[in-house]
């Protein structure tokens, strides 16, 4: 699809947006709907997009499959240290209220960051996902 | 969304009808096309009426996630995998009354569980009645996030989406293991000397 | 509006009757699994329509709203979303590997196959 001029302008106009917005669906999740969950799919439907458009090379430069793989496994990883974190600070697994003296301030910390954690590794596992079957023939 | 709106609003009913109405056309045109892509194609239409659904039925983050997952991703997936197999349905459906009875079956089973089920919208029902008053009651108080959904998702029940998480990231290894490099390389019958432990 | 007052679990049903018919009659895998998402959304109605609370709304905490429909059934169906996205992925993927192997998507030929 790499002779559509006005498809690879648009999609360069939509794309830092789409990573833009992901990234405020992530963070604001807490307070309005989004969470990890959306903004992990939305990122990769950006990456998707710029795939679809410019190639799976291009995707291949951007994301390598072995980064994106190591940073799946980091997004599992951080969810379930954040489990392990509030084990030290004395509470049992996941329970965040352990990770600060104010309870709902840990609680609130420990959502963040799990959420993050979902975030990146929902976003890498859709990368991966669409890097295989692309570049399938 | 004005707060005085909080009776029953016979609109909302409408466009529920309506939606539901539409979402069964496009499941009908999905299973008869015979034409994989454009029945792709049709299920992320499906989808999206999903997504307006759900936001009818107050679930907004679902709607969010339906119309990034069901209208985006998922129909991409199915295109490539279209791309890979075939893009028609070689064979028409033998012997269709077979199943068409075993679904009917079914669905009037189903049909007469939903009977004792409680009415739409009834807000004594017994799924309202159990830990969602605490979590709508206490759940800012107890996480300082005002999104209920998110609150309950990372913090109430946090251990059952560390294992969703893990679903997905299971997943993501399932198809690099099946179609990755390593074997893309044993179906092209090359030896993989160039690269050391990428054997699936 | 009192016939109304289960038309969504209805609606679900026959989405998954139609998903069901979809599963088992085509001979075609990727349609077979598109068939098994349709099931899979009619459940999603279901759980979604038995959280709605008349008059309520997103349960999203303000201080000008009073009633909220049920919050959990979007928390179980939100993540079964997504995971049902990667489920299917590998469908695909073991849909793509069948391809490879067989040649045809197609059930019928590939039990002929086997068969010889």
């Known amino acids: ?137 | 969304m004005d707060p005085q709106a909080q009776g029953p609003r016979a609109i909302d009913i409408y466009v529920d009808i309506l939606l539901l109405v539409l979402l069964v056309a496009a499941a009908l045109v999905v299973v008869t096309l015979r034409n994989l892509l454009a029945a792709a194609l049709v299920l992320g239409i499906y989808s999206l009426i999903m997504a307006a659904l759900w936001v009818v039925l107050d679930a907004v983050d679902v709607a969010f996630t339906e119309a990034a997952v069901g209208a985006g991703v998922t129909t991409v997936f199915m295109l490539l995998a279209i791309a890979a197999t075939g893009r028609h349905e070689k064979i028409a459906h033998r012997r269709p009354w077979l199943p068409i009875l075993a679904s009917l079956a079914v669905g009037g089973l189903m049909i007469f569980g939903t009977l004792d089920l409680p009415a739409f919208g009834d807000p004594q029902a017994p799924a309202q009645q159990h830990v969602a008053p605490h979590y709508l009651e206490q759940g800012e108080a107890e996480t300082g996030v005002p999104n209920i959904v998110t609150a309950v998702l990372a913090s109430y029940r946090g251990f059952d989406t560390l294992g969703e998480v893990t679903v997905i990231f299971t997943a993501g290894i399932g198809v690099l293991l099946m179609l990755g490099v390593a074997s893309r390389r044993r179906r092209a019958g090359e030896s993989d000397d160039d690269d050391t432990g990428d054997r699936s | 509006m009192e016939a109304l007052t289960h038309a969504n679990y209805w609606a679900a049903i026959v989405l998954a009757m139609i998903g069901l018919y979809a599963v088992i009659a085509p001979s075609n895998l990727i349609k077979k699994l598109i068939g098994l998402g349709m099931f899979q959304s009619a459940i999603f109605l279901v759980y979604i329509t038995a959280g709605k609370v008349e008059g309520g709304t997103a349960p999203i905490i303000d201080a000008a709203y009073g009633v909220y429909s049920n919050p959990l059934p979007h928390v179980l169906i939100l993540t079964a979303i997504v995971v049902a996205v990667s489920t299917l992925a590998v469908g695909l993927a073991l849909t793509v590997a069948i391809k490879r192997d067989y040649g045809t998507v197609e059930e019928d030929e590939i039990d002929e196959q086997d068969r010889r």
């Open chain 1, 1 to 137: 699809m790499t002779e559509h001029l006005v498809l690879r302008v648009i999609s360069k106009l939509l794309i830092p947006p789409i990573l833009l917005f992901a990234l405020y669906v992530q963070m604001h999740g807490d307070y309005g709907p989004g969470g990890g969950f959306q903004a992990g799919v939305i990122f990769a439907a950006g990456l998707v997009l710029y795939g679809l458009v410019f190639g799976t090379a291009a995707v291949r430069a951007v994301a390598p499959p072995r980064l994106l793989v190591v940073i799946a496994c980091l997004g599992v990883l951080l969810y379930a240290g954040v489990g392990v974190a509030s084990m030290i600070g004395g509470g049992a697994f996941l329970e965040y209220g352990a990770l600060s003296a104010d309870a709902t301030h840990g609680n609130h910390v420990g959502i963040i960051i799990i959420e993050i954690g979902v975030g990146i590794a929902v976003a890498a596992v859709m990368t991966i996902i669409f890097s295989v079957l692309a570049e399938w023939r």
